[in-house]
Structures are given as structure tokens and as C-alpha cells.
């Protein structure tokens, strides 16, 4: 290698092979160095933007990333990574055959399937009369809005207040001003009933972010075609069920994939609300059990797995969902 | 010739990109975070004969409360003075927080030098080989450890070697309200657990919501004191098998009377996990008479409730005559990946001196030296947990026993909702726990 025409710089061979090869090297580093740089200048340093971001991609993502993929095929030790067992699968297997998993990954379903729909319902008939003329509709628009801008671990515990089975508010009203229930019902306690709260906040603090974007969809959407389909005689059902909901349709698409890809990465509600899982490990959801053996029980490998499956379902989904729903707008 | 080129361009690349990130997380591969303060070009030859004071920062971990991190500050000055060249850097945590903390710090190589951890993870941490094991490190360890309790110096254990130092200790007794047991004519607390049972049938209205005893929760911690006292037992002393312990008669025992007491409305039925009015207001306002606390209580009472009358008293014997407890407490460890274990040994065994367990108790946290009984400086309630102590049981030393604590926990559910009888649900717990023994 040394023999050939190294780069540029490079003059009269040395006698000691010894230095021309430190020397070449330089010139090399040199050469390589100039050519960065005229790249870069040749690329309007386009090149220098993106460092900034791509590290940032490849520190906190793309690496932790490959790096817990390689945790989740061993019985991963912390502090001597060199001594983790290798398991191959075995730790998909186990999450596949452990009943506790299972549980939890059809919380999350229920979660996403109950919640998502309950969110585009409620935002759509939001945007709809913020749509409209009304007195006040800014504060109406801040309103709805609040809810998403507040910390996820407040209202938490503010529904855990309110489903509170000896002091809350929703006890208070349904047993000693309704008397629709003659005893406390206990929502915490219960796996079933806790879904109860956690649904219901899903939905009520997602409600506001959908109803803005779904607002900017109704207002971009022409004038003049409800105006065309007064004048054919359409009543408000009608221009609703052929005018904006088709027209709607890719910002729907958005919506559903978004949310479902948040319904499906349910966290910190049923983290608090549960205790992770209480009572009897039944009201787990991916993300919860996936903390608790993680960093609970220090099983790293399983709990890395864990989150690859849901990873890859939430891929699977997010495709299936594109392809079905997506469809072009024509009018 | 251009090969050479690309594998140089990438290469040059790829350490830009590191070392920017690097630069940007903040985390550069840790220095040592050694503080020279020799004067500035001093000749070699002055070096040796001018003494040099290289000051180390020992970094500190803890869960303290507000008072005992004012304690601990005390604790620090005495020791930096005694120690100028070793600065103590301590750093407070919420306790839910600190293991998934340590764990991050352990995996990113960021670890403190020592902390102070709850009991029952020292075995966790030792047996993924986080923590030193004092007692091959330090010289004089059986001289440090002679006049300490053996209940929570035994905590420390594991495989054969001692991974840290008792650095407090703790247990739960019973709390009551002296006003509520007036009302309905009793003038002390339960002794036996016969008294309990008795007692609480009589302080309690479950139609107006009046239960004689609560706890916050299922988890073992609960139920222990109780547990224990009833004559409990979780394995075999060796920690071999559960078969015949916990699943044996005087563990389920245990449990039916806290069953019994629940099914009857002396207990809040609320503490399943329906979050109910919580235990220390409750207390106060007569809601529940009893409650089985730890000495943090006159600490959370003065600080909410000064005008109310803390009484405590033993947690009531079982059938066999002796009152127990459990053991809770923190250890200071050091850490494997420690720089400075040497000064980190040194402020270990500082945090066990006399004048150290003084400062802190005085703040109620409970010394572990067992010199220190009857000193006029521990505070006078400590009198009945010390007391307490000399019959408490530590929970099982072992690293599986976060999930051996949750299958108790989820049995105590089952049994409570009565979807398994105790002795099911303890048969089932029993072979659950062999075989977490057995991964262990």
C-alpha cells in the first residue's frame, strides 16, 4: 500500500520506511480532512445541519434501540454485561406463555380500542361547535384544550381522587345525591372496575389535541360545497355524512394512527393509578409490566423483550391501518 | 488508495459524531473527580517535600426525609473536618425512585461511590456484583460490626460475605387512640392477640365507617408485624424451601385472623386498594384506633397534628407469648464501579460511630449500635422500638424477594376478596416461592 502515490504532498520518499509511512498517514488524514471540507462547502453545509440532529437520532435512539434488542435475546447482567446468558427467544417465549403478559396486552387493547374511538367521537363533536359562530369561542378552544397541556401525573391523581372509594366525588354523587348504588363501589381495587377512571381519562385528555386538528380540517374544507348543497336542499345530516366526513378522511387516518399508537404506549396513568398492576397483577398494561420486571425485579433481558413485542405490534398495526384506510380524496 | 480514504472519512465521522454527543449528554467517560490543590508550577522537587492535599469528593446517595437530611449534614461536617482531604456529595431521592436511579447509573457507569439502601435490596444488588463486599475490603470490619445489633447487621449477608453496614434500623408497633379507647371503656392497648381481636370488635362501626385497624396496603410489609408475632414464617431459616413455613399453621393462622377481622368490619375494608382516608389522619380523628407504625409517626403527627397524643405499645403476642415485629432499616454499601472506595469505606464506618448514630437519632432515626441503649440523648419514644427490635424479624434476605413480596401480596388479595381460602392461597404462595428460590 505504502508504494503507491499516497495523496497529495507527498514529494520525495523518505530512507527510513518508518517515517514515510507516519508521514503519508498524515498526509492522508490531510487529504481526507480537505476533502470533509470542501464537501461540506460544496453542500452549502447542509451536511453541518444535520450533525446536530442525526447525533442526537443515533445517541438517544438509534442506540438504545439496537442495544435493548441485544438485551432482549440474553438474561442480561448490569453491572458485567460480558456474563449475560444468551437465551436466543427465550425470553418472547416467556413473555408469550406468562399469563400476567397476556392480561396486560389485552388491557392495552381495550385501552386503545375503547379510548381511540372515544377521543375522535367527542373531539369531532367538539371541532363542530367550535366550528360554529358562538359566543366565547376562544375560551371554549383554550377550554378543551387544557386538559392536554396538564401534566399527565396530575390529573392522574386527580382521578384517583375523584374514583376514590371512600372520599371521591363520583361515590359522593352516585350512593348520597343519585342513590343509584346503596354501597361505595371500590374502583380501585377491583382489575375490571379500575379500567373504569383510566379509560375515561384517556379520553377526556386526549379529546382537546384531536378537536384542534380536527378543527383545522373542517375549516380548510371549501365554503362554497355546503353552499352548493343547501341549494340542492341538503338538511345538516346529510351535508355531515357527504361533505365533511369524507373530506375528513385523511386527517381521520391521522388521528387513528396516532392515537392508536399512543393508546397502545399507555404508561404513566396506569402506573399511578395501579401501582403498577394492583390489584393482583390484573390491570398491568405493556408498559407498566415492562417497568416493573425491568427495574423492579432487575430482569432486564425480559423486560426489553417485552417492549419489542410491543414494538413490533404497533408496527403491524400502524401498516395494516395505513393500507385500509388510506384512501384518496377526490372532489 | 480511496478505500483508504472512505474508511478515514468514516471513521473521522464517526468520532465527530460521538464526541459531539458525547459533549452534548453531558456524560463524558467519568473523571476522576480528584481536586488537586497544589499551588500552580510548583518544581517537582517541592512536590516531595511540601505535604500535597488531594481532596476526593465521595458521592452519597439516600431517601431522607427533610429532618434526617438536616441531620445528615451535621453528620457530613463532622466527618470532612475530621477527614480534609475526603469532601461528602450527597444526593437526595425519592424512595420509588431510587432503584430504577441506581440501576440507570449502575448500566451507564455512573454509579455513586455509596448509598444508602433499604435492607431488603442488598442482596438484589450484591448478587448482580454491584456492591463491595466489606467485609474482604475493610481490616477492622468484625471490630466495626462487634457492637452493632445482629438483626440488621445479618441483613448485610449474603453468600458467604457481609455487602454493606447497618447504618439504621426500624420496626413497626402498634399506634392507638387513647381517646377512642376511653369511649368504649378500655384504658390500654391490646397484649395479646386475643385482646386484639376483642378489642377491635368493640372499637369498631363499620355502618358509620369506625374500624378498629387499618393499613395502607397488602404488600408484606402490612401484615408482617402481625405475621410474626402469630409465630409466622416465610422459609426455613437457610431459605431452602417455603413448604411447611409459609404455608404452615401458624402462618396461616396469621392470616385467617386478619381475614376474620376483615370479613367482621374491624379492619377498613378500603386498604384492599380502594383508597380510603389515610391510616395517620384516620388515627387522628378517631376513624381507626389502631394503627401499626414506625417511627417516622411522631415525626408526620407533630408536623400535621401537634395537639394529638401519640401512644405507642407493642405489637400484641401471639399464642406462644412473645410479641415480634419485622425489621425494616437502610444499609450503606459501596459500589463495585466506586473510584474512591478507600474514602468511601472511611465515611461507611464514620456513619457508624456513636457521635454519627447520636446526631441522627436525634432526629429519630433509630442507631444501630447497641452501645447506645439508655444514652440521654435517643429521643424517649424510642424506648418501645428498641424494645420491639430485640424480637423483630428481618423479611427473607434474598434477591428474589421483591417477587416473593408480591406473591404474598396478591395471596393476602385473593384471600381477602375470598376468592381462595388462606390456606389455598398460602399453598399456592408456598410453591411459587420454591421455586423463585430455586432461580435465586
Known amino acids: 500500500m505504502e508504494k503507491r502515490p499516497l495523496s497529495r504532498g507527498v514529494n520525495s520518499p523518505s530512507r527510513h520506511p518508518s517515517k514515510v509511512n507516519l508521514k503519508a498517514l498524515i498526509d492522508i488524514i490531510k487529504g481526507t480532512l480537505i476533502d470533509i471540507v470542501k464537501r461540506i462547502i460544496r453542500s452549502k453545509g447542509s451536511y453541518l445541519f444535520l450533525l446536530p440532529g442525526m447525533s442526537l437520532f443515533f445517541t438517544f435512539i438509534l442506540f438504545p434501540m439496537i442495544y435493548s ?15 449475560s446468558k444468551f437465551m436466543g427467544i427465550g425470553n418472547y417465549i416467556r413473555a408469550l406463555n406468562d399469563p400476567i403478559f397476556i392480561r396486560a396486552a389485552i388491557n392495552t387493547i381495550v385501552y386503545t380500542l375503547i379510548t381511540v374511538p372515544g377521543q375522535i367521537f367527542f373531539a369531532l363533536i367538539v371541532a363542530i361547535l367550535l366550528d360554529q359562530k358562538i359566543k366565547g369561542r376562544t375560551f371554549f378552544r383554550v377550554a378543551y384544550y387544557l386538559p392536554v397541556i396538564t401534566s399527565w401525573v396530575i390529573v392522574t391523581l386527580l382521578f384517583e381522587y375523584l374514583f376514590n372509594s371512600q372520599a371521591g366525588f363520583v361515590n359522593f354523587v352516585l350512593k348520597d345525591i343519585l342513590h343509584i348504588v346503596g354501597e361505595k363501589i371500590m374502583w380501585l381495587a377491583d382489575p375490571i372496575l379500575v379500567m373504569v377512571p383510566l379509560n375515561l381519562l384517556g379520553i377526556w385528555k386526549g379529546v382537546g389535541w384531536s378537536a384542534v386538528i380536527l378543527l383545522a380540517a373542517l375549516q380548510s374544507i371549501p365554503a362554497d360545497l355546503y353552499e352548493a348543497a343547501a341549494i340542492d336542499g341538503a338538511n345538516f345530516w346529510r351535508k355531515f355524512t357527504r361533505i365533511t366526513l369524507p373530506l375528513l378522511r385523511p386527517t381521520l387516518v391521522f388521528l387513528v394512527v396516532v392515537l392508536v399508537i399512543g393508546g397502545l404506549n399507555v404508561y404513566i396513568s396506569g402506573l399511578l393509578m395501579t401501582n403498577g398492576g394492583n390489584p393482583l397483577d390484573l390491570s398491568h398494561f405493556i408498559l407498566t409490566l415492562m417497568y416493573e420486571k425491568t427495574f423492579a425485579n432487575m430482569d432486564f433481558g425480559y423486560g426489553s423483550a417485552i417492549s419489542y413485542i410491543l414494538t413490533i405490534f404497533v408496527l403491524i398495526v400502524s401498516v395494516i391501518q395505513i393500507k385500509l384506510l388510506q384512501r384518496k380524496v377526490e372532489y | 488508495m480511496n478505500f483508504l480514504k472512505k474508511v478515514l472519512l468514516t471513521i473521522i465521522t464517526i468520532s465527530v459524531v460521538t464526541s459531539l454527543s458525547l459533549t452534548l449528554t453531558g456524560c463524558p467517560p467519568t473523571p476522576p473527580v480528584v481536586e488537586e490543590t497544589t499551588p500552580e508550577e510548583t518544581p517537582t522537587e517541592e512536590i516531595t517535600t511540601e505535604e500535597v492535599i488531594e481532596k476526593v469528593t465521595v458521592t452519597y446517595w439516600h431517601t431522607m426525609s ?11 461536617t463532622m466527618f470532612e473536618e475530621e477527614h480534609p482531604n475526603i469532601k461528602i456529595e450527597p444526593t437526595r431521592m425519592a424512595y420509588d425512585d431510587f432503584k430504577p436511579a441506581l440501576l440507570t447509573g449502575i448500566a451507564g457507569e455512573m454509579v455513586p461511590d455509596t448509598a444508602r439502601l433499604d435492607i431488603i435490596w442488598v442482596p438484589e444488588f450484591s448478587e448482580i456484583g454491584a456492591l463491595v463486599a466489606l467485609d474482604e475490603e475493610m481490616d477492622n470490619f468484625p471490630e466495626i460490626i462487634a457492637d452493632t445489633y445482629p438483626g440488621p447487621t445479618s441483613t448485610n449477608f449474603w453468600k458467604g460475605n457481609y455487602y454493606g453496614l447497618p447504618q439504621d434500623t426500624n420496626t413497626q408497633v402498634l399506634v392507638w387512640n387513647r381517646e377512642r379507647f376511653e369511649e368504649v371503656g378500655l384504658s390500654r392497648p391490646p397484649e395479646t392477640m386475643d385482646e386484639f381481636v376483642e378489642y377491635a370488635t368493640m372499637l369498631s362501626n363499620p355502618d358509620e365507617e369506625i374500624y378498629a385497624y387499618t393499613k ?10 402481625i405475621f410474626y408475632s402469630m409465630g409466622g414464617q416465610i422459609t426455613d431459616p437457610e431459605i431452602t424451601t417455603a413448604t411447611g413455613y409459609i404455608n404452615g399453621e401458624k402462618s396461616v393462622e396469621a392470616f385467617q385472623l386478619l381475614v376474620d377481622m376483615y370479613k367482621d368490619g374491624s379492619l377498613a375494608p378500603y386498604f384492599i386498594g380502594g383508597g380510603g382516608v389515610g391510616a395517620f389522619d384516620g388515627l387522628v380523628t378517631g376513624q381507626f384506633s389502631m394503627i401499626i407504625e414506625g417511627p417516622w409517626t411522631v415525626d408526620i403527627l407533630k408536623a400535621d397534628h401537634p395537639e394529638f397524643e401519640v401512644n405507642f405499645a407493642l405489637i400484641p403476642k401471639g399464642p406462644d407469648g412473645t410479641t415480634s415485629s419485622v425489621v425494616g432499616g437502610q444499609n450503606v454499601v459501596v459500589f463495585t464501579g466506586s473510584e474512591h472506595k478507600e474514602e468511601a469505606m472511611e465515611w461507611a464506618r464514620f456513619l457508624l460511630t456513636e457521635e454519627a448514630q447520636l446526631t441522627m437519632a436525634e432526629r429519630g432515626v433509630i442507631p444501630t449500635l447497641s452501645t447506645l441503649e439508655g444514652n440521654e440523648r435517643l429521643p424517649e419514644y424510642f424506648d418501645v422500638f428498641m424494645k420491639q427490635l430485640k424480637t423483630a424479624q428481618a423479611r427473607l434476605p434474598h434477591p428474589k424477594w421483591t417477587e416473593m413480596d408480591n406473591v404474598i401480596n396478591n395471596a393476602y388479595q385473593y384471600m381477602l376478596r375470598d376468592e381462595k381460602t388462606v390456606q389455598q392461597a398460602l399453598d399456592d404462595v408456598a410453591e411459587e416461592i420454591n421455586t423463585l428460590i430455586k432461580e435465586g
Open chain 2, 216 to 225: 395502607g396496603g397488602t404488600y408484606f410489609w402490612a401484615p408482617a408485624p
Open chain 2, 66 to 76: 427533610e429532618a434526617e437530611a438536616e441531620a445528615l449534614d451535621e453528620v457530613i
Open chain 1, 69 to 83: 434488542l441485544r438485551m432482549s435475546f440474553y438474561k442480561w447482567n448490569i453491572v458485567n454485561p460480558a456474563v
